[in-house]
């Protein structure tokens, strides 16, 4: 990617344009995408100034090679398309859609409207048909190649695509963004296109990537938003949530939250002291290119192999 005049990025969290390119990711212009996919195109990372949130800004190039993705989108290929499987030390292994909702289960009411935003094939709304009975489904997705798959699950109402005002009006009780929020333009846009549906019993269920604990998530070129639970729950809050359940420990490289809507009141952006994060995030880097030229050095000519095929080892 060519390099971009800083001062025409607007930060995706709080519209400021104090945004400042920070690093590439890894040693060689490969990055990867979300559904395991390797690209010939370099992870360009920005930092805003104002709020500290670690994001990515693609030329039209990379945009539109990551759009051409999303219409061919093979997720979970790598397990015959699987949900990932987690393995909590006090129970059984279970998906982790599985495992949060038994979390949140006592939560909720027996009966309500649940709108699961950027459904991918449906994980979402297949463990929430097993698991909540007695409540209506609907299903948001910027494209439809799952769309039937997704409308044969049990208590499924509706599909709806391309732009978030296609959703039919409804007071929505519970509202998912499973590792959705990571591939939004705007996440503030999004949550105030989202706000018609809010009511004063709305509550949210947010699973993202945790870039703290998972920094090769940089490496990933779709990800446009890199959060750590802190900067997740900061955003949220700014928007009118209250946290209720923090899920961190749920799923060891996910930041998992679930909020209850307030209606406080909006927001315009968020101001956080960014020195620390911007050293951190730089010395992440480091370390990324560390490990990578210490595993060239240690195989060189040498045949190995590695344990995992998840987006890291990738």
């Known amino acids: 990617m060519g390099k971009m005049s800083e001062n025409t ?36 990372v920005f930092i805003c100034g104002q709020c ?29 398309g699987s949900e990932q499987v987690v393995f909590p030390t006090d129970s059984s292994s279970k998906t982790r859609t599985q495992l949060v909702f038994e979390k949140i289960i006592g939560y909720i009411p027996e ?24 409540w209506k489904l609907f299903s948001y997705d910027v494209v439809d190649r799952f769309k039937e798959e997704i409308l044969k699950i049990t208590n499924v109402i509706s599909f709806s695509s391309t732009s978030l ?10 509202i998912t963004l499973w590792h959705s929020l990571e591939h939004m333009e705007s996440p503030l846009d999004t949550f105030e296109r989202l706000q018609r549906y809010f009511h004063d019993s709305t509550n949210i269920l947010i699973q993202v990537p945790d870039v703290i604990r998972n920094p090769f998530d940089l490496a990933i070129i779709d990800h446009v938003s890199h959060f750590s639970k802190d900067s997740l729950l900061g955003l949220l809050s700014a928007k009118g949530f209250i946290m209720v359940l923090d899920g961190s420990e749920w799923v060891h490289n996910c930041a998992t939250l679930f909020l209850k809507y307030e209606g406080s009141g909006w927001c315009p952006g ?10 951190e995030l730089s010395d992440t880097l480091l370390w990324i290119r560390r490990v990578l030229l210490e595993m060239d050095d240690l195989i060189r000519g040498r045949k190995f192999g590695i344990f995992g095929m998840g987006l890291s080892s990738l």
């Open 52 to 80: 500290g949130h670690i994001q990515k800004f693609h030329d039209a190039q990379t945009a539109g090679i990551i759009a051409d993705n999303y219409s061919s989108y093979d997720i979970y290929h790598l397990s015959n």
């Open 270 to 279: 968020l101001t956080r002291d960014v020195g620390p994060i911007k050293l």
């Open 165 to 174: 005002e296609t959703i039919p009006f409804a007071e929505y009780d519970l």
């Open 9 to 44: 990025l607007q930060c995706r969290i709080c519209r400021s344009y104090l945004v400042e390119e920070i690093g590439t990711v890894g040693v060689k212009p490969i990055s990867v995408t979300s559904d395991s996919k390797l690209i010939e195109k370099e992870s360009v």
């Open 111 to 134: 009966r309500g409207n649940l709108l699961d935003i950027g459904s991918g094939n449906g994980a979402v709304l297949k463990t929430a048909s097993q698991m909540l009975g007695g």
